[in-house]
Every structure is written in C-alpha cells, then in structure tokens.
C-alpha cells in the first residue's frame, strides 16, 4: 500500500521533477562558464525535493491526509513514505546534475580545476548534506506546524543546514586538519546528516500518531 501512495505522490510530482531536472541541466551547462560544474552537486539535491513539500501541500489541501489513514497503510508508513519520496528526489537531482558534468567531463571543455572524481565526490557529500538536514528539519515540522508555518520552516531550514555543516567541520577541523583532509571532512558530515535524517523520521512518526486528522 505503501508503494502505491509513493506512486501518488510521483505523478502528481512528475511536472515539477520534470522541469526541475530540465533545469538543472542547463544550468551545469551555464556554470561551466563561470564556476567549476560540480558545484551544480550541491544545489541540486537541494532544489529537487521541492516536489515533496508540493505534496504534503497538496494531501492537506484535498484532504488526503483525512482518507489515507482509513486505508491498510499505518501512521509510520504514511510518514516513511514522505521520507523516501524525499530520497528519491534527492538521487534524481544529483543524477540530473551528473549529466552536465559527465559531459563536460568526457568532452574536455572545462580546463584546469574541472570535474574530477574528486571534486564530484566533494561536491555530492556537500549537497546531499545540506539536504538531508534541510529535511530532517523541516519534514517533520511539516506534521507539527500548519502549512504556512511550515513552509516558512522549510525555506529557513536550508539555512539552518549550512549553519550545521560549519559547525561541523569546525569540530572536525579539531581532530583532523579538514584541508588536508577535506573530502574525508564531508564524508564524516554526510554520515552525521544521514544519522540526523533517520531520528528525524523517527520524531515524525511520534509527531503524526499523536496528530488529529482533520
């Protein structure tokens, strides 16, 4: 059942995603001209899970939320739904933004500090960072607030994101010299984002069974 909601939510996405990852591409075109094209890793995960806040936009306003749950599918799986529906998007932006980069990459256009495996590798960490904050944040302020508020949580929550990464490699930085070792330095901050997004969804799912459905 779960796997049919998450089917919902993709078609009623697939104009958004569409034109998202259309973007996304010709903008790493764009960049190559002016900043280094893996830096496109970083907004693009970011911009694609747009479409899931779009969702639960929309679930409140036809009332899905009011018919979902007379359907075989438990709270938690409603919320897990949301939360992979998330991680899709997140993956699609990334491949999205891979494209411009491959080509580049394989054509020779960039000169110099160009796309490398290094630099994709860095860049990604960086990007699915942000995103998996960004979410652990707002997704499950998007159950505990109205719509608006929590909108107003989602834009502020990529900021609050940045703040964190600092934060964290500030802290790395105390340890090993980040650097030196910044590739290693993203790496540690994308496994605490993804440790962060998984208690965040377990907060979610108190959050959504103690909820009134109306």
Known sequence: MMKGVLIKDLYIAKSNIAVTIVSLIVLGFGLSFLL??????????????????ISIT?????????????????RSQIIGEKFIFYIILAVFGM?????????????????????????????????????????????????????????IVFMMSFMASTGIIVALVLLTNLFIPVKDHMLLAFCIVLAVSAICFFVSYEFAVRVYRKRDIV
Do not use: H
């Open 36 to 53: 280094e094209p893996s830096a496109l890793l970083v907004l693009a995960p970011v911009a694609a899970t747009t479409a899931v806040f």
């Open 58 to 74: 929309s679930d409140a306003g036809s009332k899905w939320n009011k018919n979902v749950i007379t359907m075989p599918v438990s």
């Open 95 to 151: 491949l999205a933004a891979l494209i411009p980069c491959g080509i580049l990459a394989l054509s020779g256009c960039v000169y110099g500090n160009g796309v490398t495996l290094r630099s994709l590798c860095l860049y990604g960490s960086i990007g699915m960072s942000a995103t998996l904050f960004a979410g652990g944040i707002s997704l499950p302020c998007a159950y505990l607030f109205d719509p608006e508020k929590s909108q």
